[in-house]
DNA sequence: CGGCCGATCCACT
DNA sequence: GTGGATCGGCCGA
């Protein structure tokens, strides 16, 4: 099968947590500072909007860093935690309904060699990118991209008929949000079974 | 304007 | 298993 980027109608879809776990086995491609990389996403979580006490959009809270997840889908909202991390989320739904999917690991494909570099590491094994801030900085995505547009040459995701079967999918709480009450226990993280990445 | 804290990661014990 | 890094956003004064 052809590769072919996610188009509109696939960041529109209603329901955040069904496109989180179609978002597995999905190329997500970077061409930052002139170089191609990318690799297929291994996990996911989804934040279901004004309703979710895990989302920074819950109450419907809009501020300079929250206003993108307002944004119509197939935009980044990509923001530092920790002082340190810039986390890459897609935007989805339409406008102003704030649902996004965070991507927290992919399996690396495309410009290894450069993301080693960018994260100076000496090889491409479990550890590599397997977490939200490591995969950013491997593949050159900052805070600076966020809302950017993934219809663009910069950031974007493809379609490379990669199947996934349900029995290889693995559905967890989310991660790292003990603030969010009975909203922790959603299961909302979605993971390929198997995978060292 | 000051203080607190986070959708994390890594070094160190 | 634990704590420090590090800084933008947010809230209260």
């Not at 570099?117 to 805070?143: E, Q, V, Y």
Request: proline share 4%.
């Amino acid at each position: 099968m052809k590769p072919k980027k996610l188009k509109e109608s696939f960041y529109l879809q209603d329901d955040v947590v069904l496109i989180a776990r179609e978002l597995l086995g999905k190329h997500l491609l970077t061409n930052i500072d002139g170089v191609l990389c990318g690799g297929i996403i291994t996990e996911t979580e989804a934040y279901a909007g004004t309703s979710d006490r895990a989302s920074h959009a819950y109450g419907g809270k809009r501020s300079k860093r929250t206003e993108v997840m307002f944004h119509e889908g197939g935009v980044a909202y990509v923001y530092l935690c920790y002082g340190i991390h810039s986390l890459f989320n897609i935007v989805t739904n339409v406008e102003n309904v704030p649902h996004a999917v965070l991507i927290r690991a992919i399996h690396p494909m495309t410009g290894i060699d450069v993301m080693l570099k960018r994260t100076k590491k000496s090889k491409a094994g479990p550890g590599f990118t397997d977490g939200p801030g490591k995969l950013s900085r491997a593949l050159g995505i900052h805070h600076k991209h966020t809302g950017m547009s993934l219809f663009g040459n910069k950031i974007w995701l493809e379609d490379r008929g990669v199947k996934i079967d349900e029995k290889d999918i693995l559905v967890t709480p989310r991660i790292g949000i003990d603030y969010a009450g009975k909203d922790a226990l959603l299961p909302y993280r979605f993971l390929l079974k198997g995978n060292n990445f």
